[in-house]
């Protein structure tokens, strides 16, 4: 009986010094703003930052809103062509690192809109982390000429 004990002790032991050590993230995410649509577009993009204060890595896996579908996006240009295609797999956020979504880059595309965004409205999504969790964040409608209105004022990360 001592021995079956003892084999046990070592083997918790050995699993506890082999686990691989899961650092926290600290994940924070705002300045989200998207332009105004015109009547009858189904389709937005939406732009903002997210900052890993933690010392683990995390990923965006998900995001949900209630004004359509959401999904994370990625644009390119090459040899003059614009393409855009959905991130497979999420979005890495590293340890200590700030991750923007821009115009021109990777963002969140908003389809099936189901009424067009105005500017001077807010509209909520909920951004879901693989470590982090969901997290949700307001989103500024800011005028279609507004590109870069989004400055972030009064809010911090």
């Not at 070592?10 to 015109?38: K, V």
């Not at 004004?67 to 979005?91: C, D, F, N």
């Not at 409205?121 to 949700?136: Q, W």
Request: glycine content about 12%; overall charge positive; some cysteine.
């Amino acid at each position: 009986m001592p021995r079956i004990l003892i084999a046990g002790a070592l083997a918790l032991a050995l699993f506890a010094c082999s686990a691989p050590e899961q650092r926290p993230a600290d994940i924070a995410a705002g300045h989200g703003w998207a332009r105004q649509t015109a009547p009858g577009q189904s389709a937005a993009a939406v732009y903002l930052t997210i900052v890993n204060r933690g010392e683990g890595g995390d990923r965006l896996e998900r995001i949900e809103g209630a004004m359509g579908q959401a999904t994370l996006h990625k644009s390119s240009s090459a040899s003059g062509v614009a393409r855009m295609r959905p991130v497979e797999g999420g979005l890495e956020i590293a340890p200590r690192a700030t991750v923007r979504l821009d115009p021109g880059g990777t963002h969140i595309m908003l389809t099936r809109l189901k009424q067009p965004l105005r500017a001077g409205e807010t509209i909520a999504l909920t951004l879901d982390f693989a470590r982090s969790g969901k997290r949700p964040i307001a989103v500024r409608i800011v005028p279609a000429s507004g590109g870069e209105a989004h400055s972030g004022h009064g809010m911090s990360l």
